[in-house]
């Protein structure tokens, strides 16, 4: 059920640039400090980006990636009506990755005439006697990053499985009007000419989503120039054309990745 309620909270990432989205934001990206070290990280699901108007984030299946590459379970969260907030030490110098990934089978079947879901919030599968089953393989990811006094590269590469993004600028080292290079890979392979997008935050104080719409080349990367400072949302998903919903026509297994990152002023 855990992983459930991940797939309901990350559920629709990047496939629509006006519907609630899935975010984690941390109270600092770059953390200079001598003592003992702490990072606040809050979670929800909105519509109004980084705004805590919907629900929260649930972050029971965080997962911390430390300097060195090791990897750890994030404290249990408080998980009020809006947010969810976890606190995470960090003991060591260099850059951390805090993680929510899952995969879960959603789909709808047929009982008795009528069409029913499965895998949302029901039940974890079609029971006995269903038929016209459509299944879908859902595969998400989620990420943010910080750094406590001195950037590393450790907690950035890649793990082969699912979609990913791999940042070959570091991620807490962007700043506006400077060039950045981002890898796209999907089970461990470049991604040619995939397309991704970046959208910044206080959506209500603009009126408008402000896209900025990217894509990688060749390659599998994408080199651009950073925009104006702010906390952005970077959002990708593979098929980028899949249609919506749980069993709905379409690929039987389907890809969603997100990230929240800080451009800084130059």
């Known amino acids: 059920m855990k992983k459930i309620v991940i797939v309901l909270a990350l559920a629709g990432a990047a496939f629509s640039a006006h519907a609630h989205r899935p975010w984690m934001v941390p109270t600092q990206t770059l953390i200079e400090s001598d003592r003992e070290t702490w990072v606040t990280i809050d979670g929800a699901v909105s519509?109004?980006?980084?705004?805590v108007d919907h629900m929260p984030l649930r972050m029971e299946g965080l997962t911390v990636i430390a300097p060195d590459g090791t990897s750890s379970q994030a404290p249990a969260p408080s998980v009020g009506k809006h947010r969810s907030t976890v606190d995470v030490q960090l003991p060591k110098d260099g850059t951390y990755r805090f993680t929510l990934a899952a995969t879960n089978v959603m789909?709808?079947?047929?009982?008795?005439?009528?069409?029913k879901r499965f895998g949302r919030g029901g039940p974890p599968e079609a029971p006995a006697g269903a038929t016209d089953v459509k299944t879908t393989t859902m595969v998400q990811r989620?990420?943010?990053f910080v750094t406590r006094n001195k950037t590393s590269t450790g907690a950035l590469k890649p793990v082969g499985s699912g979609l990913e993004m791999v940042p070959v600028s570091h991620p807490n080292e962007l700043h506006a009007g400077e060039r950045a290079r981002f890898r796209f890979l999907l089970d461990g392979k470049p991604l040619a000419n995939f397309p991704f997008s970046l959208v910044p935050g206080?959506?209500?104080?603009?009126?408008?989503?402000?896209e900025v719409r990217l894509s990688?080349?060749?390659n599998g990367e994408a080199s651009f120039t950073l925009p104006a400072p702010n906390m952005y949302w970077l959002s990708a998903a593979y098929?980028?054309?899949?249609?919506?919903?749980?069993?709905?026509d379409g690929p039987a297994k389907r890809y969603s990745y997100s990230a929240t990152l800080e451009i800084l002023p130059e």
């Open 47 to 51: 519509e109004g980006l980084f705004d």
């Open 107 to 115: 789909g709808t079947y047929k009982l008795n005439g009528e069409t």
């Open 142 to 144: 989620q990420d943010t």
């Open 202 to 210: 206080g959506v209500k104080y603009r009126g408008t989503a402000n």
């Open 216 to 218: 990688t080349d060749a």
């Open 239 to 248: 098929p980028a054309d899949a249609p919506r919903g749980p069993g709905a």
